[in-house]
């Protein structure tokens, strides 16, 4: 599709989105007016020509997760106290959202907010301390922008680390670990959410959705709290409650105040190109992918992984999968460009119809926890179209 701009033709946005036709032929209507009146009227003539309107950002938001030191940095002083962040970055990232000339209304923090991963007491520890870290306006004025932060947990709030024994390496559902999760996070959860309903509602509390402009947000828990069977005596990890959340996505599409759907969580279902159900990736990712492609969601934004990424996986088009997990947590790749920069994500939604992804950073320090004096540049751009998109990303 194209656009007049002062009867310049221009590309513009995707021809499959009705909010853009429409604007288009409001757009067209006004050029030829203009045209008109400028051969119409004299040389001489001061009157201004006719400018097409702006396309207004309608609502933006950042993401991001994975900002926790790495289990043999949790005591150094160098990097982190006792929240376990990587407080050198954290501070960058939450100082730099503050100062943006146009602030995201939202602020999505996709879990690994805290080290954790072994006993409730070290949650109880670890949770409080972040929190209060991210509403002292001495290290940041996050907490005074404005911002609305919603915390979302990963499996380092969710899960412990089995390090004895057969299991030895795996990871396995924490029980009480939801409870510590919603005292300290309850108030990062917007209160105007729609909960989860049922038997096990109070295992689900951490999976929520809500409503922002025409934008619906689906939010998972990705590793939410199962108990053990005698099939699985330790219990599963990767579990969330999937009618309920494809139940969600399928209203919000049919909503007609909604024009865009977002499902984010901590565990990404794509994974280097392909679903990925073990650790690395959301077992019970595959039904939920599927309900967003045939709702056509924009996209599924995850962390998880410790870098970024972003994925198109139907080379027909279709949802995407966009991972930004480059907050803190030690880079788990250092070959590509993608796997060596910290920083954070942004989507900006627009009147026309059109959703922008961005993605700042900078260098990785060494070691990773230092204080980074590289600049934050931009990584990655592109419009989400669900066409195929002509800008991959090449990690």
């Not at 009705?18 to 288009?24: E, F, N, R, V, W």
């Not at 933006?60 to 407080?87: K, Q, W």
């Not at 922008?145 to 559902?173: C, K, Q, R, T």
């Not at 990404?268 to 309900?291: C, L, N, Q, S």
């Amino acid at each position: 599709m194209w656009h007049f701009t002062n009867c310049v033709y221009l590309p513009t946005q995707d021809t499959t989105n009705p909010i853009c036709m429409k604007k288009s032929v409001y757009l067209l209507l006004g050029c030829l007016t203009s045209l008109f009146t400028f051969q119409c009227s004299p040389s001489t003539s001061t009157a201004e020509e006719e400018v097409p309107p702006q396309d207004e950002v309608v609502l933006s938001f950042a993401f991001l997760g994975c900002n926790r030191v790495s289990y043999g940095d949790r005591n150094n002083d160098s990097a982190t106290n006792i929240t376990t962040a990587n407080l050198a970055q954290l501070k960058r990232i939450f100082e730099e959202l503050s100062a943006m000339e146009r602030k995201p209304e939202l602020f999505f923090f996709l879990g690994d907010l805290v080290e954790g991963e072994k006993f409730d007491v070290t949650l109880e520890r670890q949770l409080p301390a972040w929190f209060a870290q991210y509403n002292d306006p001495g290290f940041s004025p996050i907490s005074q922008s404005g911002i609305e932060l919603v915390a979302v947990p990963g499996n380092h709030e969710m899960l412990y680390y089995d390090s004895v024994g057969e299991n030895a390496g795996d990871e396995f559902p924490l029980a009480g670990a939801t409870d510590i999760w919603m005292e300290y996070a309850l108030p990062y959860m917007p209160a105007d959410r729609q909960a989860v309903g049922g038997p096990d509602s109070l295992d689900n509390r951490a999976t929520f959705a809500f409503q922002r402009k025409n934008i619906g947000f689906v939010v998972m828990n990705t590793d939410t709290y199962n108990a053990p069977t005698e099939e699985h005596p330790k219990g599963l990890e990767g579990q969330a409650p999937v009618e309920w959340i494809n139940a969600q996505i399928t209203a919000y599409r049919e909503n007609p105040e909604i024009d865009h759907v977002f499902v984010l969580g901590h565990k990404p279902y794509i994974v280097e190109g392909k679903p990925d159900t073990t650790h690395k990736g959301f077992a019970d990712g595959g039904p939920i992918w599927e309900t967003m492609q045939a709702q056509r969601a924009i996209a599924m934004l995850s962390a998880h992984e410790h870098n970024y990424n972003r994925e198109q996986p139907d080379s027909t088009g279709g949802s995407y999968q966009v991972i930004a997990g480059n907050a803190g947590s030690k880079l788990t790749c250092s070959s590509s460009p993608a796997c060596t920069y910290f920083g954070y994500s942004l989507i900006y939604v627009y009147e026309s119809g059109n959703v922008e992804l961005k993605s700042y950073g900078w260098d990785s320090p060494s070691p990773y926890y230092a204080v980074s004096t590289a600049p934050t540049t931009l990584r990655d751009s592109t419009e989400l179209t669900w066409t195929p998109n002509a800008n991959p990303f090449i990690p």
